[in-house]
């Protein structure tokens, strides 16, 4: 689906960072940060990619911190309290 449609239908943009355990070296911490559409708040997306990473990969996982934001909003109106005269 291209990301247009999917931002209609509320997919937002996800931020995760990853915190994982080296496999070498289990007491050092790593970052990765995913970025993807995503839909807020169960995250299959995010999900699917932590279930693969369990899966296949060897550095344990320690945690994840998400932020999401809607890329397409609303268009916002003020009133502007001043009274221009044209000629």
């Not at 915190?19 to 050092?28: A, E, G, M, Q, R």
């Not at 997306?45 to 911190?65: A, I, P, Q, T």
Request: charged content about 25%.
């Amino acid at each position: 689906m291209p990301d247009l449609a999917r931002q209609l239908r509320d997919y937002r943009l996800t931020t995760a960072e990853i915190l994982y355990h080296l496999p070498d070296h289990p007491s050092l911490l790593q970052s990765y940060v995913w970025q993807e559409l995503d839909l807020a708040p169960r995250f299959p997306e995010l999900r699917r990619f932590l279930d693969y990473w369990e899966r296949n990969l060897e550095g344990k996982l320690h945690g994840v911190r998400v932020a999401c934001a809607g890329l397409i909003k609303p268009a916002e109106f003020r009133l502007n309290a001043s009274l221009l005269t044209l000629h």
